[in-house]
């Protein structure tokens, strides 16, 4: 957990803007929705609100964790709680 504080950022907007990075662990103030969509491949996508208060909507997951997890609870017909987890998004 201390690496994660340690590496996350709070600002997803700044941290696009600069370009110098294409993959980032955002600490997230709350996550609104995650759901998944079924088509040609497996996607989870996310709605939430970075620490600094900015709200993304419709962000791809690409945490396999969290992956893994939603694919699990879909899988076994079970609700998904997300009432903290890391947000993991790569811009390639």
């Known amino acids: 957990m201390n690496v994660l504080n340690k590496v996350s950022i709070t600002n997803l ?3 696009i ?3 110098d990075k294409s993959l980032f662990v955002v600490k997230v103030k709350s996550i609104v929705n995650i759901w998944h969509e079924q088509y040609e491949k497996f996607k989870v996508r996310v709605t939430f609100v970075d620490y600094d ?4 909507e419709r962000f791809p997951a690409t945490d396999l964790l969290l992956l893994a997890y939603i694919r ?3 899988n076994n017909k079970k609700e998904v709680l997300y009432k903290s987890v890391w947000v993991e998004y790569n811009l390639d």
Not at 53 to 56: H, S
């Open 13 to 15: 907007k700044n941290e």
């Open 53 to 56: 208060g900015n709200v993304y």
């Open 17 to 19: 803007e600069r370009k």
């Open 72 to 74: 699990y609870m879909v």
